[in-house]
């Protein structure tokens, strides 16, 4: 099998999985918040934490790797408009996810808390608005490098 195609092949799954999990965590976290039910939450909390472990974060590293071993393979210039501008974008969405990731935690807790005490905290509110400020940006950005990976509108060399 033609090594390019098993990259290109291994890179479009993983980009995927990336954009469906964070799509998929995000509206079962958003879903669950507007529920207002204590459980509900608390476990959502939860399942979005080990979704991120188990899906998005060997995602990213394997986009990494693939996008960077597919520049060398089709030869494109690292100082091209194009791989700066996809460059950006994955810092941007980086920049953006690692404070949710950080915020999952906080938010599984507090949920965790709501369950004993019986009412979500402010905090929890806050935590929810940032995390939600955080992410939509991050998705947006994640599909203007889908668009740039398939139409390629500046110059790759």
């Known amino acids: 099998m033609d090594n390019y195609l ?9 980009a995927t999985v990336l954009a469906g999990t964070g799509m998929g965590t995000a509206f079962f976290m958003f879903m669950a918040n507007r529920s207002q039910d204590i459980p509900t939450i608390a476990v959502t909390a939860r399942h979005v934490v080990i979704a991120d472990w188990i899906f998005t974060t060997p995602a990213v590293i394997i986009q990494l ?4 071993l597919l520049m060398n393979r089709l ?3 690292y100082s ?3 791989f700066l501008s996809v460059l950006f974008l994955f810092i941007f969405i980086g920049i953006c996810w690692l404070p949710v990731v950080y915020i999952q935690y906080k938010l ?7 369950l004993k005490s ?4 402010d905090q929890f509110r806050r935590l929810m608005r940032v995390w939600t400020i955080l992410g939509v ?10 668009w740039l990976m398939v139409y390629k509108p500046l110059p790759v060399i």
Do not use: E, N, R
């Not at 098993?6 to 993983?14: A, Q, R, V």
């Open 6 to 14: 098993l990259l290109k092949l291994i890179h479009i799954i993983s």
């Open 65 to 68: 790797t693939t996008g960077l």
């Open 75 to 77: 030869g494109y210039s």
């Open 80 to 82: 091209s408009t194009w």
């Open 108 to 114: 599984k807790d507090a949920a965790y808390q709501a």
């Open 118 to 121: 019986g009412s979500l905290s």
């Open 137 to 146: 940006p991050a998705f947006c950005a994640v599909l203007v490098i889908f």
